[in-house]
């Protein structure tokens, strides 16, 4: 089992979120050093040395160090789905892993820029300093992503296929917090299907469901 991970990244950011639950989805231990924004960490000569980049989240796994979200939470599910008695977070499948994982580049190359406008609009902007032109502009190419997001989930219960799976974690991040921005949103029944069998993960309550900040 896990012995000596840790995790560097603030929980409410979204990239972070997604180590934090597929972690929780292996019910690994780790320990957890808050890192980003206003807990700095992330600029020191220390951090850099392990993520030039810079940013959040970071993994260190024994002498394994890693950056980029998409691939902690791979390495994660890869590294401990069997100990964890979890076989099914890394299915045997290269073709079902697949299925998953075009979904979580899609979530970081196609949705993710668009909508962190809409988010840090709304969410990270006093109301008198928002940007509606940008915010409404974006939202709407949101919008339309979801509707292809909605269509996939008519053919298939997860984005990662028959069953729950890593592919579902990024845009489930994401969701959370698009399902909670005041704004009118175009009736995706899939779409909010899929959420609601989202919530009902402890491991999603826990990691992802917290107040927006
Ligand atoms: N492609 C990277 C993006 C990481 C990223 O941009 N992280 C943001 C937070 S979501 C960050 O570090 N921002 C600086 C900060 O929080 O101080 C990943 O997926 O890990």
Redesign the pocket.
Known sequence: MSSSITIW??PN????K?ALWIAAELGLKYKHVL???Q??V??TPEYLALNP?????LLKDGDLVL??????VRYLAAEYAVSSGHPELWPASARTRAAGDKWMDWT?TTF?GIYRDVFWGFFRTPEAERDMALINGNLAKVNKLMAIVDAQLAKTAYLSGAEFGVGDIPLGCFIYTYFNLPVERPSLPNLGRWYTDLQKRKAYQDVVMIPLT
Not at 13 to 16: D, E, F, M, P, T
Not at 53 to 57: E, M, S
């Open positions: 990244g603030r950011s979204n990239n972070v997604k890192a980003g924004l807990h700095g992330n600029n980049n810079g940013v959040i989240p950056w980029e979200s998409n691939a902690i970081s993710a």
